[in-house]
């Protein structure tokens, strides 16, 4: 009998198993390639996604500081060819919506109340040099744009410590009245992130720190031309550090840190309500509410707010509501001295630019830069 040339049975299931190993072997290996290729592939999307939003905030900023730019630009020159006064028939956005006691306010314009307001605004007019008549520059401005302007006339001046005892009034006046009204709020709470519900006055912690006889002393002593020291005040022995006191006036508002009784806190408190620079007179009507109320009763300041506010405030109005009139010290007319903060908003991009200037239109130049802050 002849037998067919096979392998024994052994044999094939041993060649089966070597094969399905092999098998399983290069699955696991496609498997792996495959997660190795989705992670590499996950992070490569995840980078281009990282460098995306990257380059997307490069453009925002971009955007951003060019419209910073242009929005100051136009400002400036509105400043100087406009009237220093809220027109709302202008064709110059800034003119229809600016104010110089310290609200923010934007470049949206509300609509036209009437036909007419709309012919009025399309047919203003201005005079050249020579007696033509030429059409009035019309600015549109930009929606994503805050602004504020503060007339330095309407707050306290700290030159050669001018202010006095009004000054040392003002510092008084958060300890004994540390209620803070709508705008004192919302400064508050963007400069210490307080929560606005918990935000209705001056954080205790804060006010303690104030001491208005020694910090108005020592602001004397720092411009005084002499050594002899104020009561309460300090001079070069008590700063120990050359060139403490200058003696001189300050040239910024950041330099008061270094006096006796000032501290960062302390001078974030008091930027909207103090200025550095020498003023020819006083404005109340510019002023901000708190100090309003050191020169008449609060009753009268919250009415004059008011009417403010809603546009409806005159010099006659004024004088009547306060008391005040003018004479050698005080006047109504808005001055060329100037606080300006410009915020621009693109995105999630957000840029800020102060300014502290003087503006003279009939000079060579036209304005002049004290401070800027960026």
Do not use: C
């Amino acid at each position: 009998m002849v037998y067919a040339n096979t392998q024994p049975p052994k044999k094939i299931m041993a060649g089966r198993i070597t094969i399905d190993k092999q098998q399983g072997i290069a699955l696991f290996q496609v498997l792996l390639i495959t997660a190795v290729i989705s992670i590499m592939a996950i992070q490569f999307t995840q980078t281009a996604r990282n460098q995306l939003s990257i380059a997307s905030t490069i453009v925002d900023r971009v955007e951003a500081q060019a419209q910073l730019r242009s929005t100051e630009a136009e400002l400036l020159y509105s400043l100087i060819t406009e009237n220093r006064q809220l027109d709302k028939t202008s064709a110059n956005v800034y003119a229809r919506k600016w104010n110089f006691y310290g609200k923010p306010f934007t470049l949206i314009d509300e609509p036209l109340d009437s036909i007419n307001d709309n012919r009025q605004r399309a047919e203003q007019v201005s005079f050249s040099k020579d007696g033509r008549r030429v059409k009035a520059v019309e600015i549109a401005g930009r929606d994503n744009v805050n602004i504020t302007m503060q007339d330095q006339t309407g707050l306290l001046s700290v030159f050669r410590g001018n202010a006095g005892s009004k000054f040392e009034d003002l510092l008084q006046s958060f300890k004994q009245n540390p209620a803070m009204d709508e705008s004192e709020i919302k400064r508050y709470v963007s400069q210490w992130g307080a929560n606005t519900d918990n935000a209705a006055s001056f954080d205790t912690q804060l006010t303690d720190q104030i001491q208005p006889s020694i910090m108005l002393n020592s602001l004397i002593d720092w411009q005084d031309k002499d050594e002899g020291e104020q009561i309460n005040g300090a001079e070069a022995s008590f700063y120990n550090h050359p060139g403490m006191p200058t003696n001189l006036p300050l040239q910024t508002y950041q330099e008061m840190r270094h006096i006796r009784g000032f501290n960062d806190q302390l001078l974030e408190l008091l930027h909207p309500y103090v200025t550095v620079r020498p003023l020819a007179y006083f404005n109340p009507m510019q002023s901000p509410a708190r100090i309003m109320a050191l020169y008449m009763p609060q009753d009268r300041v919250d009415e004059i707010i008011k009417r403010r506010e809603q546009g409806e405030l005159d010099t006659l109005q004024f004088e009547n509501l306060s008391g005040l009139e003018t004479d050698e010290t005080i006047n109504f007319v808005t001055s060329g001295t100037l606080r300006i903060a410009i915020e621009v908003s693109v995105n999630q991009v957000r840029l800020t630019k102060e300014l502290d200037i003087n503006l003279q239109p009939y000079d060579k130049h036209p304005y002049i830069e004290f401070e800027i802050k960026i």
